[in-house]
Each structure stands twice: as structure tokens, then as C-alpha cells.
């Protein structure tokens, strides 16, 4: 299958995906660099050939999919069947795999944020009672940092995550004020450091958090713990 096959077969894939209202498969699909590889050869029906399209995924998104990759491949590949059975015998398997690192400097990439340090932070934040999205509202504050319309909703009725929060946030308001804090969804305890930091950096931002005052409290808070971890890493260079 050439490039230009690939692109359309994958173009009624997503609207099949869409229209049955599979919207993370289909955002896996428009999202991520794809090919073709061709993988095996069985004898059946005269020959078949046996292709895996390979969705490359960012380190960070594949370990947030975690789980529910299988069931992702799966909703592709019958897709992928529905739209190719009518022009081919051969077999096609969605693969979802995490994308090559080319960053030459990873081996001197500085330490991540231990998970004790964002649980400690994030208790201070509980403690204080803050509300980490400050004069927004948390529909507005996440999207400075998230495609909320391309992360999977917790609940049926809504498509995607600005639907699921807009509703228990905002409509109804029947979560606790921590809930991201855990949320796999936003990576904030077990993710990658740099997605860590910036949200911490959006909670002071002037236009989340005018007061100055407040401001100066949250970064003291955050500066406390981060300088600990950044003296610990010191010690052990010495």
C-alpha cells in the first residue's frame, strides 16, 4: 500500500470512527504519524499478505493511553477491514507504538521531578484549600495547557474531556477540587516533569491568578519543595 492509499483508507477510517462515536481511536488516527509495513505472507485464499499499520505515538501519550491501547487497535483494525475487504484479501492490523526518541541529549537530560515532590506540593495546594485555576474556570484554565477536545472523556455522554469536565466542574459540580491532581488524563503525578512545571507556572500566571500576593505564596510553596530536590541532585554530583 502506497502513501497516497494509506492517507484515504485512513480518511474514511476516522469518519467510520467518528460517526460511531469512537473519538479517541479517531483522534489516534488524524493525530499520529502512520505506515505501512508488510509483515508476513499466508498461504490462504491463494496468498495473503499480512500488513501492520504503525501509529507512532509520543512517549508521553502512549503511557497515557496505558491500557486501553489494545482496545484502541482493535476499533481500528475493524475499520480498517470494513473499508479494504471490498478491494483486497489482505490482512491489515492496527499497531499503536511509541515514537522514536532523535533528541541527541537525552542522556544529559537534567532529573525529573520526583513523584514524593509533586505529592507534596499538590498536598500543600489541598491543605491551603487554592484553587489551582484561580479566576477561571477549570474548563478555560486546562485548555491553556490541554486540547481538552482531543483528550477521552470519563463519561458517556459527553465525546471528550471539555464535555466531561465542563459538566462535573462547572454544570454540576460534583467533583472535589483536587480531582486532576490524580487524573491520568493531564499526567500531572506520574508524567513528564516539563508538563508538571508548566502547570504549576499557569497557576501563578497573571491571568489565572491577578494577586500578586497570592502569586508570591504559590511560587514560595512550589520553590520549597523543587530547590530540595534540586539540592538532593547536587549532593549526589559532588
Known amino acids: ?66 491500557a486501553r491501547r489494545e482496545q484502541l487497535e482493535t476499533q481500528i483494525t475493524a475499520r480498517l477491514k470494513t473499508v479494504l475487504e471490498q478491494e483486497t484479501q489482505n490482512w491489515y492490523a492496527a499497531k499503536i507504538v511509541p515514537a522514536r526518541e532523535t533528541r541527541k541529549e537525552w542522556r544529559a537530560e537534567s532529573p525529573g521531578v520526583p513523584r514524593q515532590t509533586r505529592v507534596n506540593i ?32 470519563r463519561d458517556s455522554r459527553f465525546k471528550d474531556a471539555a464535555g466531561d469536565i465542563w459538566q462535573h466542574c462547572i454544570n454540576n459540580n460534583d467533583y472535589e477540587m ?11 503525578m506520574d508524567g513528564a516533569a516539563e508538563t508538571f512545571l508548566r502547570f504549576l507556572c499557569e497557576t501563578v500566571h497573571p491571568v489565572v491568578r491577578p494577586s500578586r500576593e497570592e502569586a508570591i505564596k504559590l511560587v514560595t510553596h512550589y520553590n520549597d519543595q523543587l ?12
Do not use: I
Open 122 to 153: 499538590f498536598d500543600g495546594l489541598r491543605l491551603d484549600n487554592v484553587a489551582w485555576f484561580g479566576q477561571l474556570d477549570e474548563v478555560e484554565f486546562l485548555s491553556r495547557l490541554y486540547d481538552l477536545q482531543q483528550l477521552p472523556s
Open 1 to 66: 500500500m502506497d502513501d497516497k492509499q494509506l492517507d484515504t483508507t485512513l480518511a474514511t477510517v476516522h469518519a467510520l470512527l467518528q460517526a460511531e462515536g469512537m473519538s479517541e481511536a479517531a483522534n489516534v488516527v488524524r493525530m499520529y504519524p502512520v505506515r505501512a509495513e508488510l509483515t508476513g505472507y499466508d498461504n490462504w485464499n491463494g496468498g495473503t499478505d499480512l500488513w501492520d499499520v504503525l501509529f507512532e505515538v509520543p512517549a508521553t501519550d502512549y503511557a497515557r493511553m496505558g
Open 178 to 188: 483536587d480531582w486532576v491532581f490524580s487524573d491520568d488524563r493531564f499526567q500531572l
Open 227 to 238: 530547590q530540595r530536590v534540586a539540592g538532593r541532585s547536587s549532593r549526589k554530583t559532588d
